[in-house]
């Protein structure tokens, strides 16, 4: 004999439905909360790579990567009044990946000399991300790096600077701008150095540019920072 439907008790079905409802409610409150929670602690850029997809793709290459709080005194700029300043102790990374700065930005561009250090740290803070040499780098690498500029010049600083050797280096400054100078928040310097510049440091430098690049602490559009413009 087949078993007969049991009727639900009275106001058992809405119970039942309510329940459901609530659930469903609280699931998709978790799974936004899950998301936002990605973004923030994974650094996701608007090209959708995250940090540790930074240091992944920096690591395949051969290169060292970290991210460190950056520190901060003045917000007038009095810490760096000279493009002569004494820099020691002024970065906690080499290339500077943020930090005490001169007043004026460099124009934003490739260079075929150096530029001051001082200049391109302020770049960094209006979102830029800065790609650097050393004096003893293959003339035909700076060639392959100026060429991975022009593709997408937009918020990008290519300069030598001294200490580096033969070696590339990529930074960036991140922060948010509505926590920017409060209660000792500067934001975040990312700084990665690399033997060489071949695919794999190609591929890693895109990874690093999608993550971080026009993310600036102080809010400045990405596209504000156009090549050839301070």
Not at 1 to 17: E, F, L, Y
Not at 59 to 83: E, I, N, Q, Y
Not at 164 to 193: M, Q
């Amino acid at each position: 004999m087949a078993n007969k439907a049991q009727t639900p008790a009275p106001g058992a079905g809405s119970n039942r439905s309510r329940l459901i409802l609530y659930g469903a409610a609280a699931s998709g409150i978790l799974a936004l909360v899950a998301v936002v929670l990605l973004l923030v602690v994974g650094g996701g850029g608007a090209g959708g790579s995250s940090e540790s997809d930074v240091a992944a793709a920096m690591a395949g290459a051969g290169c060292t990567f970290k991210t460190v709080p950056v520190k901060m005194k003045a917000s007038d700029h009095s810490d760096v009044p000279t493009l002569s300043t004494p820099t020691k102790g002024l970065w906690n990374t080499f290339p500077p990946a943020g930090g005490p700065h001169y007043g004026q930005w460099a124009v934003w561009g490739f260079y075929s000399e150096p530029v001051n250090p001082r200049m391109v740290v302020h770049n960094e803070e209006h979102g830029g991300m800065v790609l650097w040499w050393g004096p003893d780098t293959p003339a035909a690498t700076v060639e392959e790096l100026n060429q991975y500029y022009s593709d997408d010049p937009v918020s990008i600083v290519g300069t030598e600077i001294d200490g580096l050797g033969s070696k590339v280096a990529v930074t960036a400054w991140t922060g948010d701008p509505k926590r920017y100078f409060r209660e000792g928040y500067y934001g975040f310097g990312h700084v990665a150095v690399c033997p060489s510049f071949d695919a794999k440091t190609e591929k890693a430098f895109t990874a690093f540019k999608e993550a971080f690049r026009g993310r600036s602490p102080e809010g400045v559009p990405l596209q504000q920072n156009q090549p050839g413009t301070s």
